[in-house]
């Protein structure tokens, strides 16, 4: 997470431009009617945000305004679909604007860093799962929980890197050059985390993934050597 002061007035009105457009797109496209009718998927919705909100608490604040904390969002989107999985981290933002965790100026810049990217590269790899039509559940859980999640965080640093050497306004450390060899402290708890959830929710609660497809990975497969009584 990015402070404010971090960030020119172009970085932080070109992350709005970003983040606003499809934090609008999403609410139009989250099924509202079903939400509103089905209670568990309500329970579901609240429990997502408070678990995603409590996350974002756990972090590391440097005295250089970067703040380093898990995203979560990989297991979210898998679980609420993209649209909702979007509004449950622009909820989860306001929680932490409100009690001053972050900037309100730098909503758009964190929103399309820690939620946008993580929302768009889970939707693309559940994508490329059910086009292959795996019926390996671990294909599911790795593809679409473990490696999207590794990715997001990959990009996420590097973006994130990207952003504040371009704005020139934070002093990037002299170990930097050998910031490739500690990615993987930072990618691989972010992938175990996710992977775990949805590891759990497909063994104990599969019916609360949206992107799951039970019939095709639960299902035990009909072969047409079977014996005939």
Request: aromatic share 14%; charged share 15%; with cysteine.
């Amino acid at each position: 997470m990015i402070g404010a002061e971090l960030l020119s007035p172009q970085s932080l009105t070109v992350g709005w431009l970003i983040y606003a457009p499809v934090l609008i797109w999403a609410v139009c496209r989250a099924p509202w009617v079903e939400l509103f009718s089905d209670s568990r998927r309500q329970h579901l919705l609240f429990g997502t945000v408070f678990a995603l909100f409590m996350l974002w608490l756990v972090r590391r604040d440097f005295d250089t305004g970067v703040s380093y904390h898990f995203i979560g969002m990989t297991a979210v989107t898998l679980l609420l679909d993209w649209p909702l999985a979007i509004v449950g981290g622009l909820v989860a933002q306001v929680g932490l604007v409100l009690l001053g965790r972050q900037d309100m100026a730098a909503m758009g810049v964190n929103g399309a860093l820690l939620i946008l990217l993580p929302v768009l590269i889970t939707e693309c790899c559940a994508i490329l799962v059910e086009r292959a039509q795996p019926r390996n559940p671990f294909v599911y859980i790795f593809c679409s929980g473990f490696f999207a999640a590794a990715l997001s965080a990959l990009l996420c640093l590097i973006l994130a890197l990207t952003l504040l050497w371009y704005d020139e306004r934070f002093a990037m450390p002299y170990w930097l050059i050998d910031f490739v060899g500690y990615l993987w402290l930072l990618i691989f708890p972010e992938a175990f985390i996710n992977g775990m959830v949805v590891s759990a929710l497909v063994v104990f609660c599969p019916e609360w993934l949206e992107t799951f497809n039970r019939t095709r990975y639960l299902s035990a497969p009909w072969k047409d050597d079977d014996p005939k009584s």
